[in-house]
């Protein structure tokens, strides 16, 4: 097999085509590389050799060897040789994965200097204090990567060798009175290398390798492995990325943005990850190393004033300070997003002048980037229609949708802190200061922001458990803003004023100090920061018109209808603002809890005859009349699926003793004759007992009043010139003569009230299928009914026998274990539940081909379980008004999928 692709002088093995065996970055840089874009030399080891590694401990046998003869080629272009002491090479070694992961792997820079190799680059250099900083990053770097992490050493919080090694670093910095790392002079870098080595050697129990062939080998070895480092794991895990892909290796000839004034580093996006817009944004540091950039210790310059914010408009743009260095990223930029025909996010190193790039990606944007950066390129031509459609995640519409912190309110607020807004949207929660924490208290129910001095990948697990994300150092590019960018997290970075100490469970500025668990409040759209909490509102979709345009061209592409499940006119009104086509699933029992309903509801319930159960059902007939009346007119001339009474009818009873002796004492009952007809209501399985249909079978009168009530407001409705379209659903069917039992009550309620009020109007009499037997019958009830709407949420509760209200009980294990992929009730079980579903749309249709079916399970709104009901012949989903676009884009994703 062929393990290692070369790369540089314009020629390369690999090219982008070859991801899943170079992984991104080792694909890319080949691209690169191709395109006669500057990119040191250097050569990728596959990803199939990460999973030989795996699995054997070793290497293919004559990898070693493949390795000597590629490095031969690299050493020729850059006139330097590895471990030589006149003039030695410097090499990268970096992960690269099949989907990105960023920062969740390891890197180690500067291999290849030791002892014998130092003079020789000093010489060549002519910069001593150079060389030193690259040893001692060197050191820190090899001590944490190999020596520690891939070693399975696990140290306690505080205690990793970085950490110490940084501390010591510290200590020499404040005898220095220096403020950063690159200013320390020659004696104290060989000082600090010095130390650095005793503490690895006390810590670790081993020496630094002073062998540059040991020191790449490790390195390499060491990256290899940190495709199953922990925080690695679990972001694959957060990310499906399978476990079984690898890492490859990335070698390369270093170049150095630390070599004195005329170097520098940097990393950009071709257009603006958090806006869209079509600008070149990014950030560098004069005199660093890429690690510099991300890590956030040193505020980064901007590229261009365009992108100059809060924190660096004081300081110089690449644009100002290099100009035509500036030109050639700002043409290299441009020919790569025309090249890749998408946004990226590319790192650059200038060395003495001269620019190299150093990778190039698809980069990760936000929700309202993605759009607009989808509907601008179709209108530059740059991609067609169908690209557009499926450059936006549906999951990414929500957070377009997200709400943001209510204007009025935030101008009353008096600002704590002001940062870089690094996620959009607002957010409100209490401050925890590390990650572990941050989960744990996300589990007890508790909404949380993390705040940080800055994350690092080790953060993942806490960050994606908070709602909001707060960190006091770092630029726009910093680990916290890529991760929050990319789960749509909202996010203030680079908080500079914030005085964190994680120790005491502190945050401070001003004099102000905030303790563990109090309020704050992030606006991650502007960057301001609150003490306590601000209301949020919602977003004003009209006025993006990206997102306008989006949602039209995905109305153009989808053939399935989206309806949405709504209660009450209000939020009829706002699935009909996000472009509903109808309800799909009117929850009745919703309507009956305002004190007035409910206590005719318990009446009904206590009732001892069909008499007294009329009277009290009667008393609810004009609120329900009300009630449909007002969605009907807001749908009109929109269908409305209205489901009859569905629950047990022991859940609208009081529980508590006070509740119930007050009742009783309305109701003009004794406690103790209420307390038993409590008891006889009782069941031991009420998801499978007295609801649904049953219930209108048991007291049809329930099911007369409901009827009426829905005809009664549409004939109101036809005699205002309305066209109401009302759809009586019957639920829980499992057989079709309890459909037609009910049905011919709906019926004859429509002819009696066309009789009383001389009005004629159109209506549908349909039913639930959400149990096996429905489906397994499908062609029978097919026959009586004019719709069919599957209830995934009963079809998978009843399929899997897991209670939809227990299943948090064991649902963790099943997942952690791998026994099932994923919630059932989230997204759909198209083996099992999906199979049911396909049973009754073939029964139902071959008895009526024109049967209208859709589904008003969770599973509507769920992008993947649309595109099932896409592929199943349904004719509308149905879901919650908020996730009206995001099925709309899932259902025309689904036709380009097809
Ligand atoms: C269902 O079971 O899928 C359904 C929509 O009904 P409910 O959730 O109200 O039981
Ligand atoms: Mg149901």
Request: hydrophobic residues 35%; contains cysteine; neutral net charge.
């Amino acid at each position: 097999m062929k393990s290692i692709y070369f790369f540089g002088n314009g020629k390369a093995d690999g090219s982008a085509a070859d991801k899943n065996l170079l992984g991104g970055k080792g694909a890319n840089l080949a691209e690169m590389t191709r395109l006669g874009i500057p990119v040191p030399p250097g050569f990728t080891i596959s990803t199939d050799v990460c999973s030989y590694y795996m699995e054997s401990d070793n290497y293919p046998d004559k990898l070693k060897l493949q390795v000597a003869t590629t490095l031969e080629k690299v050493e020729k272009i850059m006139s330097q040789k590895f471990g030589d002491v006149n003039n030695p090479l410097l090499l990268s070694v970096r992960s690269g994965a099949r989907k990105s992961m960023p920062g969740m792997m390891e890197t180690v820079l500067n291999v290849g200097l030791t002892i014998k190799t130092i003079p020789g680059l000093i010489e060549k250099s002519g910069d001593e204090q150079f060389v030193y900083d690259a040893y001692r990053r060197l050191i820190t770097m090899f001590a944490d990567v190999v020596m520690e992490k891939a070693a399975g050493i696990e140290p306690a919080e505080g205690e990793s060798i970085r950490e110490k090694l940084d501390k010591i670093m510290e200590v020499e910095k404040k005898k220095n009175r220096t403020k950063t790392n690159s200013e320390l002079s020659v004696n104290s870098l060989k000082q600090l290398c010095q130390k650095f080595k005793v503490e690895i050697k006390s810590s670790i129990g081993k020496d630094f390798p002073d062998d540059p062939h040991i020191q790449l080998w490790e390195s390499i070895t060491a990256v290899f492995k940190s495709w199953n480092g922990k925080r690695a794991i679990s972001y694959r895990n957060i990310e499906n990325i399978p476990h079984q892909w690898g890492t490859a290796v990335n070698v390369q000839a270093m170049v150095f943005g630390n070599m004195g004034d005329s170097c520098a580093t940097g990393v950009a996006f071709t257009r603006n990850p958090s806006t869209g817009e079509n600008n070149i944004y990014g950030e560098w540091l004069p005199n660093a190393q890429g690690e510099d950039v991300v890590a956030g210790l040193r505020t980064p310059n901007p590229i261009n004033n365009l992108n100059s914010n809060n924190n660096s408009k004081r300081i110089i743009s690449l644009k100002d300070h290099m100009p035509e260095i500036y030109n050639e990223l700002d043409g290299i930029q441009d020919q790569l997003e025309k090249h890749y025909k998408d946004m990226q996010d590319i790192e650059f190193t200038i060395q003495s002048g001269y620019l190299w790039m150093l990778q190039t990606r698809t980069g990760k944007r936000n929700g309202f980037a993605s759009v607009r950066m989808a509907i601008e390129m179709l209108e530059e031509k740059l991609i067609d229609e169908k690209t557009a459609l499926q450059r936006v995640k549906p999951e990414q519409l929500d957070e377009i949708m997200h709400p943001m912190l209510d204007a009025e309110a935030e101008k009353k607020s008096k600002l704590f802190a002001k940062g870089l807004p690094a996620g959009p949207g607002g957010a409100s929660g209490q401050i925890v200061f590390t990650s572990n924490d941050a989960e744990m208290w996300h589990k007890t129910g508790k909404q949380v922001i993390l705040v940080r001095n800055e994350t690092s990948p080790e953060d993942v697990h806490g960050m994606f458990a908070s709602k909001a994300i707060l960190t006091a150092r770092g630029g726009m590019t910093s680990h916290a803003a890529l991760v929050a960018r990319g789960w749509g997290k909202c996010c203030v970075v680079g908080c500079a004023d914030l005085q964190i100490s994680a120790q005491d469970k502190t945050l401070s500025t001003n004099g102000t100090v905030l303790h563990e668990g109090d309020w704050l409040t992030l606006n991650g759209s502007s960057g301001c920061v609150y003490e306590g909490t601000i209301p949020l509102k919602e977003v004003d979709l009209n006025a993006n018109i990206h997102f306008q345009k989006l949602m039209k061209i995905a109305d153009r592409f989808r053939k399935l209808g989206v309806r949405t499940n709504a209660d009450s006119p209000k939020d009829a009104q706002t699935a009909l603002k996000f472009g509903a086509e109808g309800i799909g699933l009117c929850r009745t029992e919703h309507m009956f809890f305002d004190p007035e309903r409910i206590s005719a509801m318990r009446e009904l319930i206590i009732a001892k005859d069909k008499n007294n159960r009329r009277k009290a059902i009667m008393k609810l007939l004009p609120h329900q009349r009300k009630d449909f009346y007002g969605i009907l007119k807001a749908m009109a001339p929109h269908p409305v699926t209205i489901r009859l009474l569905d629950p047990p009818l022991h859940e609208f009873l009081p529980q508590e003793k006070n509740q119930i002796s007050k009742l009783a004492n309305k109701l003009h009952v004794s406690i103790k004759e209420l307390n038993t007809r409590i008891k006889n209501l009782h069941e031991t399985n009420p998801m499978l007992g007295h609801r649904g249909c049953r219930l209108g079978i048991s007291y049809p009168e329930i099911t007369e009043m409901q009827a009426r009530a829905i005809f009664e407001a549409t004939a109101q409705l036809v005699m205002e010139e309305k066209s109401p379209l009302p759809e009586v659903m019957v639920p829980l069917v499992v057989t079709v003569m309890e459909f037609k039992h009910q049905k011919e009550i709906i019926d004859n309620m429509a002819e009696t009230v066309k009789k009383e009020t001389g009005v004629t109007f159109e209506y549908l009499v349909g039913t639930m299928i959400e149990l096996p037997r429905a489906c397994a019958t499908a062609d029978q009830i097919a026959k009586e009914a004019e719709f069919f709407s599957f209830g995934t949420n009963d079809l998978t509760q009843t399929t899997y026998g897991f209670s939809r209200d227990d299943i948090g009980g064991f649902l963790p294990e099943y997942l952690d274990h791998k026994i099932i992929p994923v919630d059932p009730f989230q997204s759909i079980d198209q083996e099992g539940v999906g199979s049911l579903v396909i049973m009754g749309v073939k029964k139902g249709r071959v008895v009526n081909s024109k049967l209208k079916i859709g589904i008003c399970g969770e599973h509507g709104g769920d992008p993947s379980s649309i595109h099932f009901f896409h592929k199943t012949g349904l004719d509308y989903v149905s879901c919650s008004p908020f996730r009206v676009p995001i099925a709309k884009l899932a259902a025309a994703q689904a036709i380009l999928i097809d």
